[in-house]
């Protein structure tokens, strides 16, 4: 490394080590007041204490998740709450030049601010990268930091799991953790310091996984009621509405519009084009100029044909770019996909399937930007399934021996979850339709029980006869 370099990364440094608490207090902080901290905060942070009290099992932390879903925010909220007297560096990688690896800017680090290695400087030191993926060599750099100098807890975010692209060697060492868009009380949380009542969403998904009958759902859903009851007593139609239309993501409740939003959104979706998936160098940039349009065209369908997509007279791509294109997306975790039941995976994969939103926000976006096909029915319709299907994606996380499909056939259900040995059917209604669709699925898989999710619904119900339970939108929302 040539003098003007380091001299360039010194400068650097000195620059993000005196603005570090500045930039921190701007995403902790807002009008004065502390933010409230996502329900995922408590399981970084646990880490970060073990490491505090002397377990170094846990001192890489790799923080996965959606654009905008609050990676940085939660990642400052640790760089404040770490001890005032820490050795810290907090580092935006995306904000460096690119001539720079982190490697240098590591190297020069230890030898002209530590004074010594991080092995060797024996106190503990925490490094807070924010971005990681805008540097190619991340996962080595920081390997060889994990190998070497236990003293060291490494916090690290990236956009998409797309740009986590590392080794299995390097894969094996970091505790990876999600960050999903905001479940409805976390928008409460966020956007009025609203907290539910303390531990109803567990015991909710603990019943949603355990629950063997509809009966035993119901039974159970009933003893939660008033614990239910007493948050919804202050909460308005507007609330939900708001949520399902445009507040999914923590970086938007602020804004207190859609069309602010969906400005927003926009600009989101245009750096997981241009910059995230253009880093893959998988496209040619005539073909990154389609995903926006693909993404619309997926807006308003109910299922994904790749060859119907790619003879589209806008798009005119061969299906298997088409194909790959949807599996980046996925990896972006701006889509997320659902593939039709069925015992054979060769007749798995060779069906349609449905992809849904990670966030209604970005559907919601091209329906009011662009425009619908659809009526104002389905198009609600289609933000309903996306929450749902967000919901069910983070409350099956990590759940073993799960899947998570829909009945292609026409008249299926909207989705079947399966538990090892049980199937769930569930259906999401705009309206107190019947239960139809629902029994054609179970008749068909022969389900264990089957769940209508209604937005007009008021009441839990439950039809004995067909082993079905009816929810509120409104008492699933608060898993």
Not at 25 to 39: A, I, L, M, T, W
Not at 64 to 80: C, D, H, N
Not at 250 to 260: A, D, R, T
Request: charged letters at 25%.
């Amino acid at each position: 490394m040539n003098q003007d370099k380091k001299q360039q990364i010194i400068a650097l440094l000195r620059a993000r080590i005196s603005d570090a608490e500045i930039r921190a207090h701007s995403y902790v902080f807002e009008d004065g007041k502390k933010r409230p901290n996502r329900n995922v905060y408590v399981k970084v942070k646990e880490h970060f204490n073990k490491f505090i009290s002397g377990d170094k099992s846990r001192r890489w932390v790799i923080l996965t998740g959606l654009r905008g879903a609050g990676k940085t925010t939660l990642m400052s909220q640790i760089f404040f709450d770490a001890p005032k007297e820490a050795t810290k560096l907090f580092l935006s990688v995306d904000q460096i030049d690119q001539s720079i690896s982190l490697k240098e800017i590591l190297f020069v680090y230890e030898n002209d601010f530590l004074g010594m290695s991080f092995a060797q400087f024996g106190k503990p030191v925490f490094l807070f990268l924010d971005e990681i993926q805008y540097d190619k060599g991340w996962g080595m750099a920081l390997k060889a930091i994990y190998d070497n100098a236990p003293n060291v807890f490494i916090f690290v975010t990236g956009s998409s799991a797309l740009s986590m692209n590392i080794n299995i060697d390097v894969a094996r060492r970091p505790i990876f953790e999600k960050v999903f868009p905001l479940s409805f009380c976390e928008y409460k949380k966020i956007k009025e310091w609203k907290t539910k009542e303390k531990g109803l969403g567990k015991e909710m998904r603990d019943i949603f996984l355990q629950a063997q009958s509809a009966r035993e759902l119901f039974t159970e859903m009933k003893k939660l009621e008033p614990k239910i009851n007493n948050y919804l007593t202050e909460i308005k139609n507007k609330d939900f509405n708001d949520y399902i239309t445009y507040a999914s993501l923590p970086s938007l409740v602020s804004l207190g519009e859609p069309v602010l939003a969906y400005d927003q959104v926009k600009n989101i979706l245009d750096r997981v084009v241009g910059q995230d998936i253009l880093q893959t160098e998988e496209f040619n940039a005539e073909t990154l100029n389609k995903i926006k349009d693909i993404l619309y065209i997926t807006a308003s369908a109910d299922k994904v044909s790749f060859s119907a997509i790619g003879n589209n007279t806008g798009i005119q791509l061969h299906y298997m770019t088409v194909s790959h294109i949807f599996e980046i997306l996925q990896q972006t975790e701006v889509l997320m996909r659902i593939l039709p039941f069925s015992v054979s995976h060769n007749t798995q994969v060779r069906q349609a399937s449905k992809f849904l939103f990670s966030a209604p926000v970005f559907r919601a976006m091209y329906f009011h930007l662009r425009g619908s096909v659809l009526s104002p029915e389905e198009a609600r319709g289609k933000l309903l399934e996306d929450i749902v299907g967000m919901y069910l994606n983070r409350i099956l996380y990590r759940q073993k021996e799960v899947h998570l499909n829909y009945d292609a056939e026409s008249g299926g259900a909207d989705f079947i979850v399966g538990f090892g040995n049980r199937d769930i059917v569930i259906e999401v209604s705009t309206d107190k339709k019947t239960i139809k669709q629902v029994i054609n699925t179970m008749h068909k898989i022969k389900s264990t029980y089957g769940i209508v999710i209604s937005e007009k619904q008021d009441i839990l119900d439950i039809n004995e006869e067909y082993n079905i339970i009816k929810i509120p939108f409104k008492y699933f929302l608060l898993m």
